[in-house]
Nanobody, 124 residues
Framework: QVQLVESGGGLVPAGDSLRLSCAASGRTFSTFRMGWFRQAPGKEREFVATISRSKTTNYADSVKGRFTISRDNAKNTVYLQMNDLKPEDTAVYYC??????????????????WGQGTQVTVSS
C-alpha cells in the first residue's frame, strides 16, 4: 500500500508562484513513476506533469515552460513548482503513483495510488 499526501496549495494572484509537495510512504518510492493531475470544477481530471524513476520529465502543453516537476528520493517526495500562474490553472491538484512504471503516462488510469488533492486558486 502507498500513501500520498499533497501540500502547498493556496490562493495566489495571477503571475505568482506556488510549490506543491507530495510525500509518499509505504513502498519503494524511487521505483515509481510519479505524476501530477488537476481537476477544475465541471471538467475532467487532466494530466499536468510526470517524472519517471530515471527522472525523465514530461509536461502538458498548457504548463510547459511554467511548471517544473522534480523528485527527492531520499525524502520520498515529488514536487511541482508552478510559476507564472494563470486563472485557468485553478483546480484541485492530485499527485499519483504508478508503481509499475507503465507507459501512457498521461492517462490517469495507469496510476495505482492517488493523494487526496490540494486546492490551487489563482485570482485574476
Amino acid at each position: 500500500q502507498v500513501q500520498l499526501v499533497e501540500s502547498g496549495g493556496g490562493l495566489v494572484p495571477a503571475g505568482d508562484s506556488l510549490r506543491l509537495s507530495c510525500a509518499a510512504s509505504g513502498r519503494t518510492f524511487s521505483t515509481f513513476r510519479m505524476g501530477w493531475f488537476r481537476q477544475a470544477p465541471g471538467k475532467e481530471r487532466e494530466f499536468v506533469a510526470t517524472i519517471s524513476r530515471s527522472k525523465t520529465t514530461n509536461y502538458a502543453d498548457s504548463v510547459k515552460g511554467r511548471f517544473t516537476i522534480s523528485r527527492d528520493n531520499a525524502k520520498n517526495t515529488v514536487y511541482l513548482q508552478m510559476n507564472d500562474l494563470k486563472p485557468e490553472d485553478t483546480a484541485v491538484y492530485y499527485c499519483a503513483a504508478d508503481i509499475h512504471s507503465s507507459g501512457y503516462y498521461y492517462r490517469s488510469s495507469i496510476y495505482d495510488y492517488w493523494g487526496q488533492g490540494t486546492q490551487v486558486t489563482v485570482s485574476s
